[in-house]
């Protein structure tokens, strides 16, 4: 799993409803892998609207990998900053470990790089 | 057509005997986002998302019709089989330069509220067939096909939905049989304003296969 789907996911227990707890879900033992992949610098500019920024630099912070508390005024052509973000969202794999809802605590594994959002028909 | 069947030999293993196979349904699906390569690549999709990849034939491909490193591709799926048979097609395909993640979800749950107005492709290929409601996700083989009442069950759970998923020019595609209705089903994305139209059909055995696109404001 790739930080870019991890900006994609939400805590969605039925009873967890602070916006501010339930994204973004913290990482716990996260096995992080990376592997080198092409950089497609235009693709990453057309991402960069979909992201939410302060999200995805917390978490990629809180694992260890650098990127900037804000987006900078040209993206576009700032090259160190696109060569952190291609790293960042396209090249490091968490490939075992869990997320944890700041809000309710729920636990939703991730196994062999593939996240578990399902829920127990109770929590929905 | 120039576009190779993404290789899904490896479905053949026993840890994936419960994933569906790619079959004459799956072969509609791609023929019709082959067909739509043109308008699909000048639409610059940056989030794709298959609901129920099964084997991850439809999302490989949907890679390839993309062309490599330009479009995030997320594929859920409920059955743990078909998210790592997912995965491994996206590895031995072509397409594998396209990011393909793999979420274990029903529908888009848990990337619902990230992903709203945010999909540019979206592609579901639903448990279609007609049989006893008791029979919908009664096994992880059944929930691939198994659709209850008119084959609209699970569907119909994740209609009302769709909309608000789409991007401004997002477009949804939708394999459907004759049973389940599909003019109704149109009906009821209308009302929540998408136009659809049926873009392919094919007969096979038993079942009359259609492709259904929806997307906002005139369907071509």
Redesign the interface.
């Known amino acids: 799993m790739r930080l870019i789907t991890h900006n994609m996911l939400k805590c969605h227990v039925k009873n967890c409803t602070d916006p501010d707890k339930q994204f973004p879900l913290r990482f716990k033992d996260a096995k992080l892998e990376q592997i080198e992949a092409e950089r497609n610098d235009e693709f990453l500019v057309r991402m960069l609207p979909r992201i939410e920024w302060a999200a995805l630099a917390t978490t990629a912070n809180e694992l260890g990998i650098e990127l900037p508390k804000e987006v900078p005024a040209n993206p576009a052509d700032d090259d160190a900053f696109l060569q952190g973000l291609h790293t960042a969202i396209m090249e490091m794999h968490v490939k075992e470990g869990s997320m944890l809802c700041k809000g309710c605590g729920h636990e939703y594994k991730i196994a062999k790089g593939i996240p578990n959002m399902l829920l127990a028909e109770h929590e929905i | 057509m120039g576009l190779p069947t993404p290789d899904t030999a490896h479905l053949r293993r026993p840890e994936y005997a419960t994933v569906y196979e790619p079959a004459e349904d799956t072969y509609l699906l791609l023929d019709a986002l082959e067909s739509d390569r043109e308008s699909l690549q000048a639409l ?1 999709p ?2 794709c998302v298959e609901i129920g990849s099964g084997s991850g034939c439809v999302s490989a491909f949907l890679g390839q019709v993309l062309g ?5 591709i ?1 594929s859920t799926d ?1 059955n ?1 089989a078909a ?2 048979a997912t ?1 491994e097609t996206a590895a031995r395909s072509a397409a594998h ?1 396209v ?1 393909l ?6 529908f888009v ?7 709203a107005g ?1 999909v540019d492709v979206l592609v579901f290929n639903p448990p279609y067939v007609v049989t006893p409601t008791a029979e919908i996700d009664s096994t992880p083989e059944a929930s691939a096909w198994a659709g209850g009442e008119h084959g609209r069950e699970v569907l119909d759970q994740l209609l009302p939905q769709i909309p608000a998923l789409l991007s401004p020019a997002g477009r949804f595609y939708l394999v459907v049989i004759e049973e389940n209705k599909p003019e109704e089903i149109a009906q009821i994305l209308a009302a929540h304003g998408l136009q659809g139209a049926r873009v392919l059909s094919r007969r096979a055995g038993r079942e009359h296969l259609s492709i259904y696109r929806f997307s906002r404001g005139c369907a071509e």
């Not at chain 2, 993640?101 to 029903?106: G, I, K, M, P, V």
């Not at chain 2, 749950?109 to 992903?115: I, K, P, S, T």
């Open positions: 610059r940056a989030v490599p490193h330009c479009a995030l997320i409920i743990p998210n790592a995965k330069a990011p993640e793999q979420c274990r979800t029903r749950q848990g990337l619902d509220a990230r992903l945010s």
